[in-house]
């Protein structure tokens, strides 16, 4: 019983890596249809983002329940996006706050919980930039705004790494990797690693 999240910036090569290794696994990148209708700011829009991450988060429940392995493409939880957009100055710290808060909540509820295994995936400009171009089929016009973000994932799912040990891989792994070697996750919905967690990132949201 494993759920395994993939993540990366847009155009790293998460999806197509998820196809390859958990195509019948798979719980894909989706989004609300009416998200653009949405207002950028406020308590509504904090608890908007957290009821469609906490639906994607049930899915994957609900596939590891029936086939005992999910793989999601970027991770449920999500809390990283609002935090990194702080970082660079595109989403107003009030706001990660909001975020934070309906986050928390949804974990103490269950709702949302942390992955048994994390494998993010880092990209140099020209390679993502060119991956980007050659995808006729998903429209990426925010491309270099993620890609700007990237630093600042990279540096969310070391603190991860630290907070739930030994879960979190910088790389996509080419073979996929056996679920047997990931040890038993007893950290799924722990608050308190969540606090120590968040506290870590203490002194770096701007």
């Given at each position: ?17 998820c ?59 999500k ?5 990194c ?72 799912y ?49």
């Amino acid at each position: 019983m494993m759920i395994i999240v993939v993540e990366g910036i847009s155009a790293a090569g998460k999806t197509t890596w998820c196809k390859s290794h958990g195509q019948s696994n798979l719980i894909p990148a989706t989004f609300p249809a009416d998200r653009k209708a949405q207002p950028l700011t406020g308590i509504e829009t904090a608890q908007y983002w957290t009821d469609w991450n906490a639906k994607r988060w049930g899915d994957a429940l609900q596939m590891e329940r029936g086939k005992g392995l999910a793989i999601c493409d970027t991770d449920p939880l999500k809390l990283h996006y609002s935090w990194c957009l702080c970082q660079i100055g595109a989403l107003p710290k009030r706001q990660w706050e909001l975020q934070l808060q309906a986050t928390r909540t949804a974990l103490q509820e269950k709702q949302l919980g942390f992955a048994d295994a994390y494998f993010v995936k880092v990209i140099d400009y020209q390679t993502a930039k060119q991956q980007c171009e050659e995808d006729t089929c998903r429209v990426r016009d925010r491309f270099e705004l993620h890609f700007r973000l990237q630093p600042f994932l990279v540096h969310w799912y070391e603190l991860l790494e630290k907070a739930l040990g030994g879960r979190v891989l910088l790389t996509l792994p080419d073979d996929g990797l056996p679920p047997d070697v990931i040890p038993l996750n007893e950290l799924r919905y722990d608050i308190n690693v969540f606090d120590r967690f968040v506290s870590s990132l203490e002194g770096k949201t701007k």
